[in-house]
């Protein structure tokens, strides 16, 4: 994974100083908070219901032991024992005192990390596929590029105060794990179907929120040098076009609507001939110098089955049920990649204690090469684990309440956290999602369900995803009242789709009996071996629609 050369410790170091500057002045006073305000944001810092929050970056999701035990001691001195895990990879601690964060942030320092550009109107945290150079379906590994998006835009001095936030994704696989089609601009590496050479195609215009949409191809494919050049293009045009007078209409997936997708893609292209790719393309040495730190980690030469992970199956049925769940096949014999779930029944999804993340990092070091990641769905994924390891690894995880069996299952529930914290939320996001997990927590029902992704947000900004969740859930507000309206057939890997509206909002009691009921529809209704998504593709909504109007009415 990347290191920090002396350019990104003193950068880090510099910024930390500066802020600890104007947390001092807004502590004596000497700063309003309306002063304040951009300052903070600048920093990861928000002001939310209760307390103020710090969000860590954890660029394209990958982290090492050593900076997760900083997040654990973090977390235990400054907060309250745990952190969020978040859609964007990174970490929230909801509960840190403002005078306190400069101390924070020099901690993070120590082991190369910062909470530089994770909020206000900038390119955000880059994110990327969490099975990164261990899948059996990449073409390449997106990590090294991720890493160069990131150093090309932090504190890029165009590109600082844009219209909106902004976000990018890349994936380098077959199947999109990185959900890019809902991203301001998704990269896809692929190869040339007549060269072979590997290159990107480039989508814009994705994003959820209050108009979800479906980011659009503006590059069938990208020669690998001209990538920051063209992304420089598009971020010129945005920058330039992109809407300020209404920030619910500045995101860059309005401006590629209003004015069109060819014209957009025109205008792009147009900046794009201007621009001279010599000035912007990074050199060859440098390249080369990100790339290295992502080599593989020395693996051994090993055989594709294992006894002992076959024996220890066959012994004990809680462990072979979390294999068979929460194991991902990798491209070297003898290994797998293994997903921690931080969704145990009837608890707050993406959550983790600084006990937990010391163990995990623990065994990061011991077992997968002293690397982990964090997905999109906040979960964490030991990538590179023995066969022969798993049962040790899952006996420990079983001891932490980190063996939840559910990997994309009913109740691996993606949750922001909603009214409990945020100052934007319009209602609860994590007790439905507790509510839903403990109506399914019989194992055996939720292996029958099979693959069902379910996505709660607590407000229109769709933190939690829900506009592309198979069934998604958004908390609204309604003459004071908690209301909870409920989306069907959304899809975040290759077929992306936002989920239609099946009818009108339900009180939070209600909730998991209408999920209930979605789920028998789709027992009712699905041919042998076809899960949630195909059988809602297959039948339509319409049968669902009205099983929902029923049990509404009745409600």
């Not at 991203?183 to 072979?196: K, S």
């Not at 051994?300 to 006894?307: D, N, V, Y």
């Amino acid at each position: 994974m990347y290191r920090y050369d002396e350019f990104d410790e003193r950068f880090v170091r510099e910024r930390n100083a500066q802020f600890r500057d104007q947390v001092a002045r807004r502590v004596s006073g000497a700063l309003t908070e309306d002063e304040f305000k951009p300052l903070r944001l600048k920093n990861g810092v928000y002001l939310q219901l209760h307390a103020y929050m710090l969000r860590i970056a954890v660029p394209y999701g990958t982290l090492n032991s050593r900076q997760l035990r900083q997040l654990a001691l973090i977390g235990e001195r400054y907060d309250r024992g745990y952190g969020h895990f978040t859609t964007r990879t990174n970490l929230q601690f909801n509960w840190p005192k403002l005078r306190d964060i400069p101390d924070i942030l020099d901690l993070l320092a120590d082991v190369e990390m910062h909470c530089i550009q994770t909020s206000g109107n900038c390119i955000r945290n880059v994110t990327a596929d969490h099975f990164a150079g261990v899948a059996q379906d990449e073409i390449e590994d997106p990590r090294p590029v991720s890493e160069l998006i990131r150093q090309w835009s932090t504190a890029h001095p165009e590109f600082s105060y844009l219209p909106r936030k902004f976000k990018i994704a890349v994936t380098g696989a077959a199947h999109d794990r990185a959900v890019i089609k809902a991203h301001d601009i998704g990269i896809r590496i692929l190869r040339h179907p007549d060269t072979g050479e590997t290159g990107y195609e480039i989508s814009v215009g994705g994003g959820l929120g209050r108009t979800p949409m479906i980011g659009k191809v503006v590059r069938d494919f990208l020669p690998k040098p001209l990538l920051l050049a063209y992304l420089e293009a598009v971020m010129r045009v945005y920058n330039l076009e992109g809407r300020r007078d209404n920030k619910y209409k500045a995101r860059v997936k309005i401006l590629v609507h209003e004015i069109g997708t060819e014209t957009f893609r025109e205008r792009v292209e147009a900046e794009f001939a201007k621009l001279d790719p010599a000035r912007i393309v990074a050199d060859e040495a440098e390249v080369a110098r990100i790339a290295a730190y992502f080599a593989p980690p020395a693996y051994e030469t090993l055989p594709a089955t294992s006894a002992a992970f076959e024996a220890a199956k066959a012994a004990s049925p809680a462990f072979a049920r979390w294999a068979r769940n929460n194991l991902t096949p990798h491209r070297v014999p003898g290994y797998t990649a293994l997903t921690i779930s931080l969704k145990p029944i009837g608890g707050a999804p993406g959550d983790a204690t600084s006990e937990q993340m010391r163990l995990v990092a623990d065994l990061a070091e011991r077992y997968s090469f002293d690397e982990l990641r964090v997905s999109h769905a906040q979960n964490l994924i030991l990538p590179h684990v023995k066969l022969d390891d798993l049962f040790a690894v899952w006996q420990a995880l079983e001891g932490a309440e980190l063996a939840t069996a559910n990997l994309d299952l009913v109740t691996d529930i993606i949750a922001c956290p909603g009214l409990d914290y945020c100052a934007l939320a319009t209602a609860r996001s994590i007790p439905i999602a507790q509510a839903i997990s403990q109506r399914f927590a019989d194992q055996a029902r939720q292996e029958l369900i099979g693959t069902l992704n379910i996505k709660i947000s607590g407000c229109i900004n769709a933190c939690g995803h829900h506009h592309v969740g198979h069934i998604g859930i958004l908390g609204l507000e309604k003459r004071g009242i908690e209301s909870y309206q409920i989306t069907l057939g959304g899809d975040a890997g290759n077929d992306t789709a936002i989920g239609d509206i099946l009818g009108p909002g339900l009180a939070a009691e209600a909730v998991p009996d209408a999920i209930e009921r979605i789920v028998e529809v789709y027992l009712a209704h699905r041919a042998d071996n076809e899960n949630f998504i195909a059988t809602v593709r297959r039948v339509g909504t319409a049968p669902f629609k009205q099983a929902f109007k029923e049990f509404a009415d009745a409600a």
